[in-house]
Structure formats: structure tokens, C-alpha cells
């Protein structure tokens, strides 16, 4: 079924680093969701793009969705420890955007 | 307070075993789903209920079913466990279907 590629699949960074990790889809996508899964711990829903050519913001955390509505990004800057985690994107799917499909995720790892 | 809630945390069992998970969110939510996220960190949806309705069956295997008494609950019983099923299994809830998820803390389910 439809799904978007997620890369890289593991990232490490050092501590003040920047990073970012990307999902594209050959399909045009409704919108795109960003969920943040921390070791040992459960998704946790970060923010969602609608429109084409997107941009928000939250701190150090930047999102893009893409002209074409195919592919979105997610950069941090400066990276701290706290940013350690499995960064997920996701996106409505199925015949009438039924469910919820989620990329493999990237996993960031930080060296202090 | 917590807005969606699993029991238990962990489950170790036998092979050949049946168990059950309970989920309860308290977000007024119509929709909630089943996942399963296995080893590689991969997030696959297994059910979701609308207003306690089936709505996604994901070719799960028939000794998953999944029950709804209310729009605020939604159990899963395993059935003859097997190794593979071995995973993490994370409730979660949504306003609308394929609207931003609310996951459950998760349940570590190991079978022997």
C-alpha cells in the first residue's frame, strides 16, 4: 500500500549539531503528521502540515511540506540530548483516507 | 488523569496462552485504534473503531479480536499466542479517523 519513505533510518549526532530527516511519497499526500517516540516511551504527536509549501516552527524543531504536497521535512537545530528519540512521519491513507500510515522512522541518537 | 490509559505495561506469557490488554482514553475521542510496533521500531495498524464500529481490520490474524464496549474502550484478546506475536502494542485514540493520534503508553507483550 502507499507508504512514505522515511531516511535516513538512524542518525548520529553530536551534541549542538544539526539535524533532519525527510519522508517522500510518490503520491500527493492530504497532509502530513510528525510524531516523536522517545526510548521506551510511546508516540507523541508534534505537529501537522496542511498546505502546500508549508513552514511552522516550534523552538529549535522547523517542519516543510513540500510544494507538491510529496514530501515533507523535519530539521532541529542545534540538537541536545533531550532530542533523542524515533522521529515519525505519518499520513492519511486507504481508499477514503481511512487510517493512519506511518514511515519507518528515524532513529537520533545525541552525544553530549 | 492520564488521556489514554493501557493495562498492563508488561505481559509475559506461554506460548499457546490467550490474554487480553485493556485501553481507555478519557479524550471524548470517536475513534480508536490497535497498533502493533515490532522490534525494528515499526509502527503497523492493526483496528480502528469509529463510535464502536470495526473500521480497519489490517489483515490481523483471527486469534486478535479486538471489542469496543463503549466509545471510551476498546480490549484486545489474543488468542493461542505465538512467538511472533512478540511485540509492543500501543492503544490510541483520535477525534476523527486519520486525525492526529493520542497513544496509549504501550504493552510489552513477550511470549516464551
Known amino acids: 500500500g502507499q507508504q512514505v519513505m522515511q531516511i535516513p533510518q538512524y542518525q548520529h549526532v553530536q551534541e549542538g549539531e544539526d539535524f533532519t530527516t525527510y519522508c517522500n511519497s510518490s503520491t500527493t499526500l492530504s497532509n502530513i503528521q510528525w510524531y516523536k517516540q522517545r526510548p521506551g516511551g510511546h508516540p507523541v504527536f508534534l505537529i501537522q502540515?496542511?498546505?502546500?509549501?508549508e513552514v511552522k516552527k516550534q523552538k529549535r524543531l522547523t517542519f516543510q511540506f513540500g510544494e507538491a504536497k510529496k514530501n515533507s521535512s523535519l530539521h532541529i537545530t542545534a540538537t541536545q540530548t533531550t532530542d533523542v528519540g524515533t522521529y515519525f512521519c505519518?499520513?492519511?491513507?486507504?481508499?477514503?483516507?481511512?487510517?493512519?500510515?506511518f514511515g519507518k522512522g528515524t532513529l537520533l541518537t545525541v552525544n553530549p | 488523569d492520564t488521556a489514554v490509559s493501557q493495562t498492563p505495561k508488561y505481559l509475559v506469557t506461554q506460548m499457546g496462552n490467550d490474554k487480553s490488554i485493556k485501553c481507555e482514553q478519557n479524550?471524548?475521542?470517536?475513534?480508536m485504534y490497535w497498533y502493533k510496533q515490532d522490534s525494528k521500531k515499526f509502527l503497523k495498524i492493526m483496528f480502528s473503531?469509529?463510535?464502536?464500529?470495526?473500521?480497519i481490520n489490517e489483515t490481523v490474524p483471527n486469534r486478535f479480536s479486538p471489542k469496543s464496549p463503549d466509545k471510551a474502550h476498546l480490549n484486545l484478546h489474543i488468542n493461542s499466542l505465538e512467538l511472533g506475536d512478540s511485540a509492543v502494542y500501543f492503544c490510541?485514540?483520535?477525534?476523527?479517523?486519520?486525525?492526529?493520534?493520542?497513544f496509549g503508553p504501550g504493552t510489552r507483550l513477550t511470549v516464551l
Open positions: 505519518a499520513h492519511p491513507s486507504g481508499g477514503s483516507n481511512y487510517k493512519l500510515t
Open positions: 490510541a485514540s483520535s477525534h476523527s479517523l486519520a486525525d492526529t493520534q493520542y
Open positions: 479524550l471524548g475521542h470517536d475513534t
Open positions: 502540515l496542511v498546505k502546500s509549501g
Open positions: 473503531y469509529n463510535n464502536k464500529e470495526l473500521i
